[in-house]
């Protein structure tokens, strides 16, 4: 692909109004000199010649190679590539285990390429081994723990000790007794640098570093523990090559942020040049951690999760800082003195507040690409509806054990992001109560009005857990932002769903929660406020609810989102009078002479139920 990108972003170049010739040359010698040369579309991302003010037209420009191409991972890429440009296994054979892992990964079972191809037996362990040190990497393991390590930037010279008990590392040869799962690359593997190994066992005050808790590009975060004290404390130090700034900023910002949900940070310093600071340990590990040991997260658990950092979000809203970087590595897991599960939020590093100039003049796209809200991409305003939105697709994730898009590259999310629904939950895991696909799907909205807040969200989460714990029916509410909003009594919620995604096996009209054109069924699953009636009622009386809808919504200035919901009753009511005046309205709604106003009360239709009752 990477031939591919030069034409294109040269291509573009050229044309002169989204990039300029000095930065794509620019680009492609950094990737040139680079031992380990990444996408070019990445780095011009993390240049700052794409960002959020032209990511929408240079997508939009993309042939639709790239975008196939954008669904491969780089590094399985890169891996496979040097096995065949090195004669250990076939382009064929590199194409198999690629879907092979593809398929293993839908059902919840995460496995390396190398991995693949050594149990396939392709590729002989001597073989993986000098690919990885090809790509500066080196696998040692503790022969005490039995943990195995990844190492960048491995050094022949230098002495490695395990991170979790301080046993020397050793090279982890193959040997004919030895399996994959105990040799090569195996799930639980940790990737590590040199750089992050080299503070173990040193002491700030009275603390001492004993165990490596993760890595990211920013810092490398640690186990600490004191003699003096009974909880252990983590400690967060910057990377060498680090920009203090954003280091400094996720330090101030989380200083700033008081709440049970969101994690707290202490003291700051610096231990061999590099800045660090002390925050809440949290002994469950990340949640991106559960999801790949557990696929499902249980119900009440995950209901638990998203409530408590929806709560954090709230709390960080109201103080106007937005996140911007909600995914499962963010979110820390522990137990309270009751054993129930505590999720806190991590890593302001790129949190911003509302007032911030910087989130829309400098355009800078930061954050993780399969993360990203829509108007986020596209170069819009952003607000807190960014963060509910990310949160989203880790509740997509807890619910259904997968992500919601079915490819890996940052080009191919963007674009499947903007133009793309992910498959409803329902559809993936039927297990689920009908309410959870619905309130997915409103925080999973295009439309950042349709979308929930935090408060609104709360609202929801607190009615079905009541609604679990009590085992009470789902109490209805006349709050319009909620999924379970209605006039009518809440067993309209079965009633609608089974109108949108159920049909008979004799039935056959076309499937309308397939064929709704652009957003049209995750606005009527996710704002159904004004669908809900029982089935006694009858489809007019449901039709006509859904009309009134959109008429409030005319009033309410937001155009887009009427011409939704008509083209949805449209679809699903054909035969009603409702979808004649719908027909009627959509007309209208483009015409100069529409304004917000709603119609008058002689011109509404009668429903056949209230004909009869006249």
């Not at 590392?169 to 080299?198: C, H, K, N, T």
């Not at 809440?490 to 609608?496: E, N, V």
Request: with cysteine; net charge neutral; glycine share 6%.
């Amino acid at each position: 692909m990477q031939f591919e990108e030069e034409i294109f972003f040269r291509t573009i170049a050229n044309q002169g109004e989204l990039l300029s010739v000095e930065q794509v040359e620019e680009c492609l010698e950094i990737q040139k000199q680079s031992s380990n040369p990444g996408s070019l579309f990445v780095l011009m991302i993390e240049k700052g010649y794409i960002n959020n003010k032209n990511m929408a037209a240079i997508l939009k420009k993309a042939p639709p190679e790239m975008q196939r191409e954008a669904g491969k991972k780089e590094d399985q890429k890169k891996f496979g590539e040097l096995c065949v440009e090195k004669g250990f296994a076939s382009s064929s054979q590199i194409a198999e285990a690629l879907a092979l892992q593809e398929r293993l990964k839908k059902e919840g079972k995460h496995f390396r390429i190398g991995q693949i191809l050594i149990e396939k037996k392709y590729v002989a362990m001597r073989q993986a081994q000098l690919i990885l040190e090809i790509q500066g990497k080196k696998i040692l393991r503790c022969p005490s723990c039995e943990t195995k390590y990844n190492i960048r930037h491995y050094k022949t010279e230098k002495k490695y000790q395990c991170p979790k008990c301080s046993g020397d590392l050793i090279s982890s040869q193959p040997g004919a007794s030895m399996s994959v799962e105990r040799s090569f690359m195996s799930r639980d593997s940790v990737d590590v640098d040199d750089e992050a190994l080299s503070l173990l066992h040193k002491k700030i005050g009275d603390y001492e570093i004993v165990e490596l808790l993760g890595e990211g590009g920013m810092a490398d975060v640690y186990k600490v523990v004191s003699r003096f004290r009974k909880r252990p404390r983590a400690l967060k130090v910057m990377k060498a090559q680090a920009g203090f700034e954003r280091f400094n900023r996720e330090f101030e910002s989380a200083h700033s942020l008081r709440h049970p949900n969101i994690i707290r940070v202490y003291d700051t310093g610096k231990i061999e040049g590099r800045p660090y600071f002390f925050m809440e340990y949290m002994d469950g590990g990340t949640l991106s951690r559960r999801i790949e040991k557990m696929g499902i997260i249980p119900l009440r658990e995950a209901l638990s999760v998203l409530k408590q950092i929806a709560m954090g979000l709230k709390y960080a809203h109201e103080n106007n800082i937005i996140h911007r970087d909600i995914k499962p590595s963010n979110i820390l897991l522990g137990q309270d003195s009751s054993q129930e599960i505590v999720a806190k939020i991590a890593d302001f590093g790129i949190a911003r507040t509302t007032t911030d100039n910087q989130i829309t003049v400098t355009g800078q796209l930061v954050g993780t690409f399969k993360y990203m809200s829509p108007e986020y991409i596209r170069g819009l305003n952003i607000d807190g509806h960014a963060d509910i939105f990310s949160l989203g697709i880790v509740a997509y994730e807890m619910f259904t054990g997968r992500e919601p898009f079915n490819v890996d590259g940052p080009v191919g999310y963007l674009f499947v992001n903007i133009k793309e629904n992910p498959p409803q939950i329902h559809q993936v895991n039927p297990d689920l109560p009908k309410f959870v696909s619905l309130i997915v799907s409103q925080m999973l909205s295009k439309d950042v009005k349709v979308r929930y807040d935090a408060s609104a969200l709360l609202r929801d989460l607190d009615r079905v857990l009541v609604h679990l714990r009590e085992n009470t029916k789902l109490v209805e509410t006349e709050d319009r932002t909620s999924v379970f909003y209605t006039k009518g009594t809440l067993s309209s919620l079965k009633g609608l769903w089974d109108k949108i995604f159920t049909k008979s096996p004799n039935e056959k009209t076309e499937e309308p929660s397939v064929s709704l054109s652009s957003e049209s069924a995750d606005d009527i699953i996710s704002n159904n406020a004004a669908l809900m009636e029982t089935e006694e009622v009858g489809k007019d009386a449901t039709a006509e609810k859904q009309y009134e809808f959109a008429l409030d919504l005319i009033q309410q200035g937001n155009m887009d989102g009427a011409k939704k919901h008509l083209q949805a009753l449209i679809e699903i009511f054909p035969a009603s009078p409702w979808a004649v005046r719908a027909k009627k309205r959509l007309n209208k709604i483009d015409s100069p002479e529409e304004t917000p106003t709603k119609e008058k009360d002689s011109s509404v239709v009668l429903s056949p139920k209230k004909k009869q009752l006249q």
